[in-house]
């Protein structure tokens, strides 16, 4: 009652007594789930009788297999790392092969709707875009291709897909503690939602963990980018078709 007495007060006065962030309720998942979280975002294996035969591979992608993936992985050595925007899992893969070479098998948590950019909306004669998303009766399929991917290239074990917006997944992983070495943020390129994934996804990274981010050159990437690290008095360095921040170690 007295609870939403005040709630009233303080919208009438502009104001919201929401919390910014959600509280951490769930509990931390490295305490819960041997600090995998497979397990915590699909009930079952999403891997389990999927119709490899139906989809070849096709691993066409956007700076997939850059060589800033090799330095920063052998730089953190991580043991997860979060990927925002997948598409058909190109860097994803690429990343896990990476590791695999250096000894490392870290978890790797693919954020991606897998319903495209707006850039990919915006020419129904583009065959990487719009046509790759092969819309069946108007929706998306392009994730079926992404899993065949990762089961072509015997991924399975270390790369997870989540299918929601970054927005969404990135207050779950805040809302169960979850932390990652290296967080690559790939989603869309739009000034603004570059800018929200920067917010979400920097708390995110661990103390000597990196944020990296991809084309420097696209404006929204690059204005948004220089924003944050100016606000957060960081240094972004520039790395191949790369960019990157570090997080100070603790
Ligand atoms: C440039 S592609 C990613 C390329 C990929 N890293 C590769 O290696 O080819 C961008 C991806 O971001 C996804 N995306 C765009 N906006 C998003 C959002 N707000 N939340 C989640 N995924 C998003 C799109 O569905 C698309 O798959």
Redesign the pocket.
Known sequence: MLKSLLKTAFYRFGYSIHKVRPAISAGSVEEKDQGRLRGLIHAGDPYQNFPLADYPED??????QSPAFDQLLEKVKPSRII????????????MAGVARRLGLSPEIIC????????E?WTDQTDPERYLALKCRNGF?T?YYQ?MANVIHRNCQDLITPFP??????GLWFRRYGVKADLI?I????EED?VY??LISYWDLVRPGGILVG??WNWDGVRIAATRFAREQGLQVTQLADKWYLEKPAA
Do not use: M, N, R
């Open positions: 691993l066409q992608g956007w700076g997939s990927e925002v925007g997948t598409w058909k899992g190109g860097s994803a893969i690429h954020v991606d709707t897998w319903l495209g950019a707006v990919f998306p392009v992404f929601q917006t970054a927005t969404i997944a690559y790939d989603g869309s390129h939602d929200a994934d991809d084309d």
